[in-house]
Structure formats: structure tokens, C-alpha cells
């Protein structure tokens, strides 16, 4: 009944939490896809649009997942609401797949719109399409548990819009969205090999096209192992009722 509330949601606002992240992603594609279109290459002869969508997809993806964990627990909190889920039986773990869960239906969803709309701009191929599909629940898994975590830090928006605009967003526009970590100088190419989110990108985009900036094998077992380590987190704050039960 949780992961249903969840749902509902952000569902009953779809204009808000679906249909907007959906028309940022097209103009980014618009303008980017535009502008550099007849200049850059990537992979050889790969075009820069079709380069491009699948990095949008996972870009928007991401940054839903996260987004609606978040925001309902601080919602939750400011309301005050959240004493009412308190009050239930439900256990810890019961919460996380909850909001986690809900968190990724809305980051598949966003997504699929996002690719169903930019599609029409590019030629795609689908080399690989059950990486495509693993690298999409990963990530929206890993967002969503890294949405939770922030809901149960954060006490007020602000606390939250700091962790988002100071975190979330550089690592997510640092990820190899808008270029190939290849076209970098050897410090940035360095550096992004310390972000995660740039292997989830880089492993989705591989399953499109069959090329990559790494092994899609390394990305799947450092977003792996990511997701493992922030869901540990999570549970573990879950579990001890950190600033929810005082």
C-alpha cells in the first residue's frame, strides 16, 4: 500500500513529475543535437544526435529517481504527515522497497518517455538491449536508494536543494551525458573514472551501440557495488529511525 501511495503520487501530477522532465530532455536535444551536430563524432562515425539520446535517457532517468524519493520524504516531514506511517506495522525494510520502488517506476517511466520522443531525431541500434534494460533498473535503483538517503538527512527544502544542486546535478552533467570522456584532457578523463554516475551512462549507452568508454563489465560492478554500499546506508538509517522517530 506504500509503493501504491507512492505511485499515486507523483502520478496524479504526471503534467509536473512525467511530461516536463520529458520536454527538458527534448530541448536539450534540440539545442545540443543543433548546434554540434555537424562538428562532433564520437565512436568513429556515430552522429552526435543519436550519441546523445541514450545519455538523455539515463540522464533523466537518474535525476526522477532520485527526485521522488526525496522529495516525499521531506514532504512528508514538513507536513507532518510522516507520523501517520509511524504508526503502522510496517518494518524497515518494508519502507525502503517502498519509496526505492516507487522511486524507479517513476525514473523507467520518465524515461521511456524521454526515449520515445528523442528516438524520432536519431537512427538507433539495440546491440545489446538487455544491458539497456539492466543498467536502466540499476540506476534507477541506486538513485532512488541515494533519494532516500537525502529525504531522511534533509529537514527542509533548502537542505535538500543543496544536496541536489551541489551533488546530484554536477556528477550527473560530469557523466560523459554530452560527450565521450575520451575528448578530455588526461586529468577530467582521470577524474571521471571516480564518478559512478558516468558508468551508468556509459554502460547504458554501450548497450545501444556495442562501444563504450570502458568494459561494460567494469561499469555493471562499480554500479553494482555502489548500489549495494548506499543501500546499506539506507537500511541502516531505515532501521534506526534516523531523524524520523525524534
Known amino acids: 500500500m506504500l509503493f501504491y501511495k507512492e505511485v499515486l503520487r507523483f502520478w496524479k501530477v504526471g503534467f509536473q513529475t512525467v511530461a516536463a522532465p520529458v520536454m527538458t530532455a527534448v530541448l536539450y536535444l534540440l539545442i ?43 514532504q ?15 518494518s524497515h525494510w518494508s519502507w525502503f522497497f517502498a519509496y526505492v520502488g516507487s522511486s524507479m517506476v517513476r525514473g523507467l517511466v520518465v524515461g521511456g518517455g524521454v526515449f520515445v520522443v528523442t528516438a524520432w531525431f536519431a537512427h538507433l541500434s539495440f546491440v545489446a538491449p538487455l544491458w539497456i534494460l539492466l543498467f536502466a533498473i540499476l540506476g534507477a535503483a541506486l538513485m532512488g536508494t541515494m533519494g532516500l538517503i537525502a529525504g531522511l538527512w534533509a529537514e527542509k527544502f533548502d537542505q535538500l536543494a543543496a544536496f541536489q544542486n551541489f551533488f546530484i546535478m554536477p556528477l550527473t552533467f560530469l557523466s560523459g551525458v554530452f560527450y565521450s570522456i575520451h575528448s578530455l584532457g ?33 561499469s555493471l560492478s562499480v554500479v553494482a557495488l555502489f548500489l549495494a554500499v548506499v543501500s546499506a546506508i539506507a537500511i541502516r538509517l531505515l532501521r534506526i529511525g534516523y531523524k524520523i522517530r525524534s
Open 76 to 90: 512528508s516531514k514538513i507536513m507532518g504527515n510522516l507520523v501517520f506511517l509511524l504508526l503502522t506495522p510496517l
Open 186 to 218: 588526461p586529468f577530467w578523463q582521470t577524474a571521471s573514472h571516480f564518478n559512478p554516475f558516468f558508468y551508468m551512462i556509459d554502460g547504458f549507452r554501450y548497450g545501444f551501440f556495442g562501444v563504450s568508454d570502458v568494459a561494460p563489465e567494469l
Open 32 to 74: 545540443f543535437g543543433h548546434v554540434l551536430e555537424g562538428s562532433v563524432k564520437v565512436y568513429n562515425q556515430l552522429s552526435y544526435t543519436a550519441f546523445l539520446v541514450p545519455g538523455l535517457v539515463m540522464m533523466s532517468v537518474l535525476q526522477n529517481a532520485f527526485a521522488n524519493s526525496s522529495s516525499s520524504l521531506i
